[in-house]
């Protein structure tokens, strides 16, 4: 193949873009991001976690076998997992683990690093959850820096038990090179002792359709982690404690509803009995952000039109997107459809602002359908910029940087979005009755 | 069915639409931006030419694209600028010649998918649908990910032919359980087509295995006491 190729220029464009962004947003790099380049040693991470198993991954400088020694103290890593192929990119998977029980583990070029992870509870099991939620994180720069900073004085020595991604997890491409810098460089204490589940965003999808993230990440497609299994790791559901987690593809696959996803979707939250459910997907269905989701044909409108019907139908209970580089909360709504100028002060189940020191807590029955759901647009964990900000489902609309944290704790939900700017402030909390 | 396939042809579209020239989007526009920088200094470089093109294309500025695509030809070859060519016939709804130019790409390149994507999918719409078929099939043997929605894709196409269509098309939403596991997405399309033909039985027996996750569905055992009644009021038809 000549220089002159698509997937060349394209390649070509990466490396280029990827050696601006880095010099300019790191300073200190030297780096090339290039897939030429020798690759850097990564993680590890943790993906694909159940009650009972867990994989771990990581890249290491040289080719080596892969070993995780783990065990239920710090000072005894007893048991050894080990693959005797010899590479650079390593995964194990462990197996008959104790559910809800914390491990420490060690792979075998951090042999002297002890991480730890803990497992969560037998499905369906209440157990206080902590969940990190960041959008368009990807820029691997100051910001994104600042809003994991932000993050971590918020958590102190909390444990986070999952970080989802609301996808362009990494700027421009979405390729390998970027995903050091933009993840891997950015969060590597999170991802070591935090599951790490992602939904592809449009940049995650321009390098190669998206084959780095799909490399990058094993994301659950069997059912074997709770919910109904999808059969591709664009889209997929898992079950954390109590709580029904799904990720949608809002950008490489078909959105229609005589699509794949879509009857798969509806299966899966048929047969859901978990007690809270939060849906998450790159394109928000409403936004008034640096995206509009007003404009006809795009993702944006398909997932309003086509997916928030199914969401009211199976009581989903949270929606979080991305792609707006901004922060909108929505009111609890429920039937909005259209276009911004169509919604209806009726379609609020809830006028308030949901805080325990404000007009009072979201409340919805357990296991109901057709109750209102917030919608939050968090796409500014890596940059924000100036917008109309005014769509009228939302209860809060602002450009400021920032990340989503959820806090479940048996029939409660407490949300907090927490931002480098001590004046940006949304919080609000969701009661579960009988 | 038969408003869910023709449905499905026409959403199966969408991916290959233009994109209207009201989509602004603030990162296309940083790197049309950056591509002209780096074009200022490299005026004639075909692959930046070619990504420049494709982002305009993005944004709905099919002039703009064509007159980079151009400049790509003139400085470079045809075949390797089939491709972003095809894509632009595709915004101007050209379709006839976005397929002869994704041809022309993968007589070179005879295993880039999006090309292949795009081609069956624009045979589609054109109604070439054995054509179409050709694609997904051929797709499917060279792509290293299998998505659900190929199969699916596929198997609606193929149910339109006569006289065996419906029988290809179990073939094929069989061959995505084989290769990606037991699919709810799959497997009811699998029943819809079962049904279409009559055969009662098979449909209640593809709807029992979906028993381990949606057993305890309220939808699930409706849909089972249905199939039941189906079978039991009417002999399935030889296949």
């Known amino acids: 193949m000549n220089n002159t190729s698509p997937q060349n220029s394209k390649y070509h464009l990466v490396v280029l873009f990827c050696l601006v962004v880095l010099v300019s947003a790191c300073g200190n790099s030297n780096s090339t991001c290039s897939d030429a380049s020798p690759k850097t040693a990564r993680g590890p991470y943790l993906q694909n976690i159940s009650s009972t198993s867990i994989v771990i991954k990581w890249r290491s400088e040289q080719q080596t076998i892969s070993r995780v020694r783990y065990g239920s103290s710090p000072n005894a890593l007893v048991a050894v997992q080990e693959d005797q192929s010899i590479d650079v990119d390593h995964e194990v998977g462990l197996g008959n683990l104790v559910p809800d029980t914390r491990y420490y583990y060690a792979v075998n070029d951090t042999a002297e690093t002890v991480f730890s992870f803990r497992t969560p509870p037998v499905e369906g099991t209440a157990r206080p959850s902590r969940v990190w939620i960041v959008g368009d994180s990807g820029t691997a720069d100051k910001n994104a820096k600042n809003v994991r900073d932000a993050f971590v004085d918020f958590n102190g020595s909390n444990a986070t038990d999952l970080l989802l991604m609301l996808g362009d997890n990494a700027y421009d491409s979405g390729a390998d090179c970027e995903y050091q810098r933009a993840f891997f460089d950015m969060y590597p204490a999170t991802i070591a002792a935090t599951p790490v589940m992602p939904t592809i965003g449009n940049h995650d999808a321009r390098e190669d359709g998206g084959a780095p993230y799909f490399n990058i990440f094993n994301l659950p497609i069997d059912g074997n982690t709770g919910g109904v299994p999808s059969g591709t790791e664009a889209y997929y559901s898992f079950n954390y404690a109590n709580i029904h987690f799904v990720s949608l593809d809002s950008e490489t696959s078909n959105r229609s509803p005589s699509g794949a996803m879509y009857s798969w979707l509806m299966a899966d939250l048929a047969a859901n009995t978990q007690d809270w459910t939060v849906v998450y997907f790159h394109h928000p269905p409403y936004s008034k952000g640096t995206h509009d989701s007003d404009q006809p044909g795009t993702a944006m409108a398909d997932m309003r039109e086509y997916y928030t019907p199914v969401f009211e139908m199976y009581g989903v209970d949270l929606v979080f997107s991305g792609h707006s580089h901004n922060y909108e909360r929505s009111f609890p709504i429920l039937g909005h459809r259209g276009t911004s100028a169509t919604f209806l002060e009726s379609m609020k189940t809830d006028t308030g602002n949901g805080r325990k020191d404000g007009d009072g807590e979201y409340t919805k029955p357990y296991n109901s359908v057709n109750q209102g759901i917030v919608y939050t647009v968090a796409g500014s964990s890596g940059k924000t910029r100036s917008a109309p900000l005014n769509h009228p489902v939302h209860y809060l609309s602002m450009s400021k940087l920032g990340s989503v944290v959820l806090d479940f704790d048996g029939d409660q939900l407490n949300v907090t979005f927490v931002s480098p700017d001590p004046a940006a402030i949304d919080y609000y909390s969701i009661v579960k009755t009988i | ?239």
């Open chain 2, 1 to 239: 069915m038969k408003a869910i396939k023709i449905l499905t042809l026409t959403l199966l579209l969408l991916p290959v639409l233009p994109a209207g020239p009201a989509l602004a989007h603030a990162s296309l526009d940083e790197l049309i931006e950056y591509t002209t920088g780096l074009l200022s200094g490299k005026p004639d470089n075909p692959g930046t030419l070619l990504d420049r093109a494709r982002l305009q294309l993005k944004q709905g500025n099919n002039a703009l694209a064509l007159s980079d695509i151009e400049a790509a030809e003139r400085s470079s070859d045809a075949v390797d600028v089939a491709y972003v060519r095809g894509l632009y016939f595709l915004a101007e709804k050209q379709r006839q010649q976005a397929i002869d130019a994704f041809g022309k790409y993968l007589g070179r390149y005879p295993g880039y998918t999006p090309a292949i994507l795009n081609r069956a999918k624009t045979y589609a719409t054109l109604g070439k649908t054995e054509l179409s078929i050709r694609d997904y099939q051929y797709l499917l043997s060279v792509s290293k990910v299998h998505s659900p929605d190929y199969y699916l894709e596929l198997a609606q196409l193929e149910s339109t032919l006569e006289p065996c269509g419906i029988h290809m098309a179990l073939k094929s939403l069989d061959r995505g359980m084989e290769n990606l596991g037991l699919l709810v997405s799959l497997q009811a399309a699998a029943i819809e087509f079962e049904l279409e033909r009559k055969a009662y039985r098979m449909a209640l027996a593809r709807h029992e295995t979906l028993k381990p996750w949606l057993g305890n569905t309220p939808q699930w055992k409706a849909r089972q006491k249905e199939l039941i009644g189906r079978t039991s009021q009417f002999a399935d038809e030889p296949d």
